[in-house]
């Protein structure tokens, strides 16, 4: 099992950037495929984005594609999620989520991933 810690979020200008980082227990870290969710006030939690279990790697959605990058550390037991360029429509709470196994098929449905950490809320301000 897996606890996940996300943390970085805040109150940010439109086009600026911000980076998430989730921190997870645990010596398996890196049997995990690990992926970015986030879900804005009234809307479904959509994917943001999935990172393989040794970075190489990523699948973004559309909406977040050449603004977001996921990166991750397995020595620290983190993943990593820098937000450039960031509009009032990113703002939402944005969730790290662990998939049990290396195999990396750019998931990004939520019932997928087995583990969930709390959240980190970011708004954009325009």
């Known amino acids: 099992q897996v606890q996940l810690v996300e943390s970085g979020g805040g109150l940010v200008q439109d086009g600026t950037s911000l980076t998430l980082s989730c921190a997870a227990s645990?010596?398996?870290?890196?049997?995990?495929?690990m992926g970015w969710f986030r879900q804005a006030p009234g809307k479904e939690r959509e994917f943001v984005a999935t990172i393989s279990w040794d970075g190489s790697n990523t699948y973004y959605a559309d909406s977040v594609k050449g603004r977001f990058t996921a990166t991750r550390d397995n020595a620290k037991n983190t993943v990593y999620l820098q937000m450039n360029s960031l509009k009032p429509e990113d703002t939402a709470v944005y969730f790290c989520?662990?998939?049990?196994?290396?195999?990396?098929?750019?998931?990004?449905?939520?019932?997928?991933?087995?583990?969930w950490g709390q959240g980190t809320k970011v708004t954009v301000s325009s």
């Open positions: 645990g010596r398996t870290f890196s049997m995990y495929t």
């Open positions: 989520a662990a998939k049990r196994g290396r195999a990396f098929f750019r998931t990004t449905t939520s019932t997928a991933y087995d583990y």
